[in-house]
């Protein structure tokens, strides 16, 4: 018996150490793996294959190990803009590059902004004397704005072109607010302030639909430019006007009727789009059909040196939605963004500080305090210049009041100054439910903010002194940082939003310019002849890495099966439920949130650079509208 114990232990003892020695190894190897930089594969000679199977961002948005592990979030890949202007400008001078091919197929969107800076990079490759095609089965907005800079764009026999322009409806609560007995107390300064309308309206207000409809005028009128300027035989009011007769002289076949607008050049899948491709680069004997000699865009790009020559120039960028602590990437958390500027300023390294924002604000907190880690700074005599892209509205332009130089493109929408908070209690809605409320107060200020009894006017004087002290300062920075009278920013603030060209003329931004302009006005005044950009907290993130090349592994080639099938049209337009889940989602966020005070600009949020998560309602308040509307799926 005493063998057969002593056997038992040994045996036991042997599993538990093969299983230590296992995980170790697992946890070894999980580490070198998180730890190795994927080395650059070989550039074959043929054409550049860029797949846009996701949204282009500013940043990239942390994939967490969480929301994969219960299967919350999305997992599109996400394409840095930058990243991708530098791999189109460096094919139009690399000889083993006779081409460009761009699938759009299930293309994530972008800024337009931003997008207008990656059409030019494909301009510099059609200048370079070579081709640029893409295809597509539906081109939207995004994607026919990045197309139309192609010297052919393919359409699928069953798909065709859906531009919609900017606009949409917007939510209001108001009479929802009273039927259910709930008091949104809101608090703000700005006749032009519209974030707080949808609580306290059933309507946008006039001056709010004023403001709003001139900027989706003016960046609808850039955008058809644009599309113009690159193909000037698009008929674009045919194709947005008159979108019925358009569609019945094709016999609704939208495909010929995308060609017969100038919209599309050939119609064909992607085996006849990859066989043209071939035609012109070369053909891949060892892919499938329609397959053509190719490099991938991460190929490529890993590929591509890194500049590293002359004096550093610091980047640091502000995306998503401005909040307080440490969130993000992807959104911008304000302790984070301001520790990463005071590193850079305590290091001594950097010869300047570029700021590039892509943001509709958030919390004024957040927002001070990156604004004071950039005067920190600039107190060591080093220039700050501010690189607007898409949004640079109410927190957003709280940022850059410090700059020496502010940068925008005509179609970026900044201003909003103003500030609101809004504070829901439910004293009516306890009430019909038969719950009863009743306090004790040494002071009117006692229990205060009270939810289940009220706001008391001392409580509501508070605030509302809180946001007017909050208003006033922000229009101070302003005046301070455009060398104007508190009284004339005011006549332009007030909450009200701005177009890039409005806002120059009213001197609220000084130049046009993308962010490679303003590095360059920033090492120029930083007296650097030579120079290279530093992104401030772009450290590779070890398991995004990994989770993004697992998920990328079968699309970096130009064979059929490799790339995505897309959506039809049909699918696309019935994808928008999601857009106004988003919409529930962030207005319950904001009305039961508890945020503080806000410099954050509602109507901009719409134009906001797309997520790699923006299909999935937020979790907490807005998560029952998944159940209620579901996840967007190919249509069939």
Not at 169 to 194: C, E, M, N, P, W
Not at 345 to 365: E, F, K, T, W
Not at 369 to 389: E, H, N, Q, T
Request: net charge neutral.
């Amino acid at each position: 018996m005493k063998v057969a114990r002593l056997v038992w232990k040994i045996l036991v003892g042997i599993k538990d150490a093969l299983v230590l020695a296992l995980l170790l190894l697992f946890f070894g190897g999980l580490s070198l793996a998180l730890s190795l930089k994927p080395a650059p594969g070989r550039v074959h000679e043929g054409a550049l294959a860029i797949t846009l199977d996701g949204p282009v961002v500013e940043e990239r948005t942390a994939i967490k190990a969480s929301a994969l592990l219960f299967g919350s979030g999305s997992n599109q890949h996400q394409f840095l803009a930058r990243d991708l202007v530098r791999s189109i400008e460096a094919a139009a001078t690399d000889s083993r590059i006779r081409a460009v091919t761009l699938d759009l197929d299930d293309f994530g969107g972008g800024s337009q902004v931003t997008l207008a800076r990656i059409g030019a990079a494909i301009d510099a490759v059609r200048h370079a004397g070579k081709p640029v095609l893409a295809h597509a089965v539906v081109y939207d907005d995004g994607a026919l704005q990045l197309a139309a800079h192609a010297s052919e764009i393919w359409v699928d026999p069953l798909g065709g072109v859906l531009v919609r322009g900017p606009g949409g409806t917007g939510l209001f609560f108001r009479d929802l607010l009273d039927r259910l007995k709930i008091k949104a107390h809101v608090f703000k300064v700005g006749t032009y302030k519209s974030a707080v309308e949808p609580f306290i309206r059933n309507d946008f207000s006039p001056e709010a639909k004023t403001a709003t409809t001139a900027v989706y005028d003016a960046r609808w009128r850039d955008w058809q430019t644009e599309v113009k300027t690159a193909r000037p035989r698009a008929d674009i009011a045919l194709a947005t006007q008159e979108t019925a007769r358009w569609l019945a002289a094709s016999d609704g076949d939208a495909a010929r009727a995308a060609i017969k607008a100038g919209l599309a050049d050939t119609i064909g899948d992607k085996v006849a789009f990859g066989r043209h491709v071939a035609e012109l680069v070369g053909s891949d004997k060892t892919g499938t059909a329609g397959a053509y000699q190719a490099t991938g865009y991460r190929t490529y790009l890993a590929s591509l040196p890194e500049q590293r020559a002359g004096k550093p120039i610091a980047v640091v960028t502000v995306a998503g939605d401005i909040v307080d602590g440490k969130a993000g990437p992807g959104t911008a958390g304000g302790d984070r963004i301001a520790t990463l500027i005071d590193k850079a300023a305590a290091s001594g390294d950097y010869a300047a500080l570029v700021v590039r924002i892509d943001s509709p604000g958030g919390s004024v907190l957040a927002s001070e305090r990156i604004r004071a880690a950039i005067v920190r700074f600039k107190a060591a005599k080093l220039p700050v210049v501010v690189s607007m892209g898409n949004l640079a509205a109410s927190g957003g332009y709280w940022i850059a009041t410090p700059a020496d130089r502010i940068f925008a493109a005509p179609a970026t929408i900044t201003g909003s100054i103003g500030i609101f908070a809004v504070i829901p209690s439910f004293e009516a809605a306890l009430g019909r439910v038969g719950i009863g409320t009743d306090g004790i107060r040494t002071t009117p200020l006692s229990g205060q903010p009270d939810l289940a009894g009220g706001l008391s006017p001392a409580m509501e004087a508070v605030i509302q002194s809180e946001i007017d002290v909050g208003y006033r300062r922000f229009v101070g920075l302003v005046a301070e940082s455009r060398h104007q009278t508190p009284a004339a920013i005011d006549t332009i603030a007030q909450g009200r939003i701005w177009d890039g060209t409005t806002a120059r003329k009213l001197g609220l931004v000084d130049d046009f310019g993308d962010l490679d302009a303003a590095l360059a006005w920033a090492a120029q005044r930083a007296g650097a002849a030579k120079w290279h950009a530093v992104y401030l907290g772009d450290k590779p993130d070890s398991f995004g890495a990994v989770v993004q090349q697992i998920l990328s592994d079968e699309d970096d080639s130009a064979s059929d099966e490799a790339r995505g099938t897309g959506r039809d049209i049909v699918a696309r337009v019935a994808g928008a439920r999601m857009t106004l889940a988003g919409q529930l989602a962030g207005s319950l966020d904001r009305l039961l949130g508890g945020h503080g005070a806000q410099a954050y600009c509602l109507e901009c949020a719409g134009l906001a650079m797309p997520r790699a998560d923006a299909a999935a309602p937020a979790a907490g308040a807005g998560a029952w509208l998944t159940l209620l509307f579901g996840a967007p799926g190919p249509g069939a």
